[in-house]
């Protein structure tokens, strides 16, 4: 098994950043691409971004494109969403995800492990 957790959620006022990180913990010896996926209050579950294990094929929703960066961290099995110029739309939970594979993918069912999720509130 594999555990997730994501830190760096909180508040942040329309045109500024934040930066969520994702950890892996448990069944680390093998590498794992990496998800990012936000809900909305009301809202279904939606993609944000996602890369491949070594951190190649980074892809992006087009409601975050030029504004998101997904990276890997230095140690294994991390990795990171740096948020900027955001919106009050980006006002979500956040979720790190990660398919037990080396490449990522947009599809939520494509993800056997997920995090708990951390809140992310953008204020106009």
């Known amino acids: 098994q594999v555990q997730l957790v994501e830190s760096g959620g909180g508040l942040v006022q329309a045109g500024g950043s934040l930066r969520l990180s994702c950890a892996a913990s448990g069944r680390t010896s093998s590498r794992y691409a990496m998800g990012w996926f936000r809900q909305a209050p009301g809202k279904e579950r939606e993609f944000v971004a996602t890369m491949d294990w070594n951190g190649g094929s980074p892809y992006y929703a087009d409601s975050v494109k030029g504004r998101f960066t997904i990276s890997r961290g230095n140690a294994k099995n991390t990795g990171s969403l740096q948020m900027n110029s955001m919106k009050p739309e980006d006002t979500a939970v956040y979720y790190c995800?990660?398919?037990?594979?080396?490449?990522?993918?947009?599809?939520?069912?494509?993800?056997?492990?997920w995090g708990q999720g951390t809140q992310v509130t953008v204020s106009s």
């Open positions: 995800a990660a398919p037990q594979g080396l490449f990522g993918t947009t599809r939520a069912s494509g993800y056997a492990y």
